[in-house]
């Protein structure tokens, strides 16, 4: 299929395509973009004829939001073989919809074909109609997340109505174009509030008002409601080894796992200043002193915050001990996500993970205090610093804090990401399931291995 820019027109560096004809042909669009709304021609506007009015844009300069209704339901969907009626296409790029957040009107671009394409400035119309398609399923939108992914179910009733919303001021703007790391953060903050929460009204309440298994429910309530509160948003990591080892091992993009620790990270960092300022009084009567807060001693209560090793351990234990738990912990996150190995039921992901916590932390607690998790143990560690702890924190074990709480709970995780992939993941994202070899086309386009 030919497609031909007129001169002059052309201004954007980034172009709406829109295609009419039918849709077995779709495939041949250039750029293979995602297609947000169809709807079907009538009859008199053949492909072929020069005077049809093309679909206006979605969204144009100063817009808030569109709509897109549905005309035609029965227009997409299964039975498609021949006489397919002439349906018309929006594909939209992720700059695009940029550019529509910033006010700006990208170009249309109307492809027909055996015919050639023609390029116009969008239009700013209210109203489009649209129908979902399963082409969405074979297009790579889950590596663009401003895309919304239509997927076509022809036993449930279709909509009437699709919202497309553009934020609508610098607030909106900013949440939107960081809601992943605002979603980290505040997970991370929900899970140290109710983690750290629970290690100090155990161990300050003057009646020890909670044992080892209150503590390690508050850490799976913690992890729970962190996974309820961000798991729509961000995927809840809230976990920078579980981070590094989905980047790893499922192909989470590189380029956000720098922003997700550091939101993880102050976000515990917040959540633990919160606590210390809720229990102010009760650190100040048990370390004997306004403001006194030491490390090391009996009543000392920077272990509450972040972890510590039992004295009859090594350091190569603990970073064993670590090293073990993390894993567990990571390989029954990954068989619990894995749609082809009995995945969690829709909204029991943070329940079941509640149980996960509190069956390694009664399992594989006691020697190190169950980090797994970077930002819990660092994010506490500088809250501490801030409100006076002393600065053994950080040399106590020749640097304790980098070498277990950081790179033993990584190696773990990624220990048990390769272990469920070795053994029982037969998924495409996985390195160990990808080709070992190139392939390459031959001349008479058959494969061949190089």
């Known amino acids: 299929m030919e497609v031909h820019h007129t001169p002059g027109v052309h201004s954007a560096v980034h172009e709406e395509i829109r295609y009419n004809g039918p849709m077995s042909d779709i495939s041949s669009i250039p750029g293979s973009h995602p297609i947000l709304a ?10 072929a004829a020069p005077d049809v009015q093309p ?33 018309q296409y929006i594909l939209v790029t992720p700059e695009m919809l940029e550019q529509m957040q910033h006010g700006q009107a990208p170009t249309s671009h109307t492809v027909w074909p055996g015919a050639v394409g023609h390029i116009t400035p969008a239009d700013t119309p209210a ?31 279709v909509p009437d109505r699709a919202d497309i919303c553009m934020p609508a001021n610098p607030l909106a703007r900013f949440r939107h174009k960081y809601k992943d790391y605002i979603g980290e953060f505040i997970g991370t903050m929900i899970l140290l509030i109710f983690g750290n929460g629970v290690n ?59 922003g997700y620790i550091l939101a993880q990270t102050l976000g515990a960092c917040f959540g633990s200043c919160l606590v210390q300022g809720n229990y102010h009084r009760l650190l100040n009567q048990f370390e004997g002193g306004y403001n006194v807060r030491t490390f090391g001693l009996e009543t000392s ?120 992939d070795l053994c029982i993941f037969d998924g495409k994202e996985s390195p160990l399931n990808k080709p070992w070899r190139k392939e390459k086309k031959t001349e008479k386009g058959e494969l061949a291995h190089v």
Not at 38 to 47: G, K, M
Not at 55 to 73: E, K
Not at 346 to 366: K, P, S, Y
């Open 200 to 258: 100090c009204q155990a161990v300050l309440s003057e009646w020890k008002q909670g044992q080892y298994l209150s503590i390690s429910f508050g850490w799976g309530i913690g992890v729970m409601f962190g996974v309820y509160v961000c798991g729509g948003v961000s995927g809840a990591h809230i976990n920078p080894a579980v981070t590094i080892s989905l980047a790893t091992f499922r192909g989470f993009p590189w380029r956000k796992v720098p």
């Open 38 to 47: 169809a709807r079907s021609l009538p009859d008199e506007q053949h492909p």
């Open 301 to 420: 209560t920077g272990a509450l915050f972040f972890t510590n090793t039992q004295p009859y351990m090594t350091n190569v234990g603990a970073f064993f001990s670590e090293v073990f738990a993390t894993a567990v912990l990571m390989g029954l996150i990954l068989c619990l996500s894995d749609q082809n190995n009995n995945p969690i039921p829709n909204g029991m992901n943070g329940m079941v993970l509640l149980w996960l916590i509190v069956g390694i932390g009664a399992a594989l607690g006691t020697e190190t205090a169950y980090c797994l998790n970077p930002a819990r143990d660092l994010g506490p560690r500088i809250a501490c610093a801030m409100f006076g702890y002393p600065k053994t924190i950080w040399t106590y074990r020749n640097c304790y804090w980098i070498y277990t709480p950081i790179i033993a709970t990584i190696c773990g995780a990624l220990v048990g990401a390769f272990t469920y």
């Open 127 to 157: 109203h489009t109609t649209a129908h979902p398609t399963p082409k969405n399923s074979s297009l790579p939108v889950h590596k663009q997340t401003s895309v919304e992914h239509f997927e076509h179910h022809p036993e449930l009733e």
């Open 55 to 87: 679909m206006h844009n979605v969204v144009g300069p100063g817009a808030t939001h569109a709509h897109a209704y549905h005309s035609h339901p029965g227009v997409i969907g299964p039975g498609y073989r021949s006489h397919e009626p002439q349906v």
